[in-house]
């Protein structure tokens, strides 16, 4: 099992930025597929982006062109680099890989 420790979240105006990272132990880091999820108030926990081991990005529709993810596997961390963020981005923003969850990161986007 992995465990998962995020930062980073907070609040930011509509327009601005963030950068959430993800320690990540208990595994071999560099052999894990990392990936972002986040979950808005009565809504359910949707798909980000995704890391591969090997580097391999892919991104919901609505991160692509704003939202970057990387990775630096001798830190163990994983990163959400979010840009121009909106209102509609807002929740608690959840690192996993393999079958585990951190304990999430809320992120707040005013208008």
């Known amino acids: 099992q992995v465990q998962l420790v995020e930062s980073g979240g907070g609040l930011v105006q509509a327009g601005g930025s963030l950068r959430l990272s993800c320690v990540a132990s208990?595994?071999?880091?560099?052999?894990?597929?990392m990936g972002w999820f986040r979950q808005a108030p009565g809504k359910q926990r949707e798909l980000v982006a995704t890391?591969?081991?090997?580097?391999?990005?892919n991104y919901a529709e609505s991160a692509k062109g704003r939202f970057t993810i990387s990775r630096d596997n001798a830190k163990n961390t994983v990163y959400l680099q979010m840009n121009s963020l909106k209102p509609e981005d807002t929740g608690v923003y959840y690192c996993?890989?393999?079958?585990?969850w951190g304990q999430g990161t809320q992120v707040t986007v005013s208008s």
């Open positions: 996993w890989s393999w079958d585990s």
């Open positions: 208990g595994r071999i880091f560099s052999f894990c597929n």
């Open positions: 890391i591969t081991r090997v580097g391999v990005t």
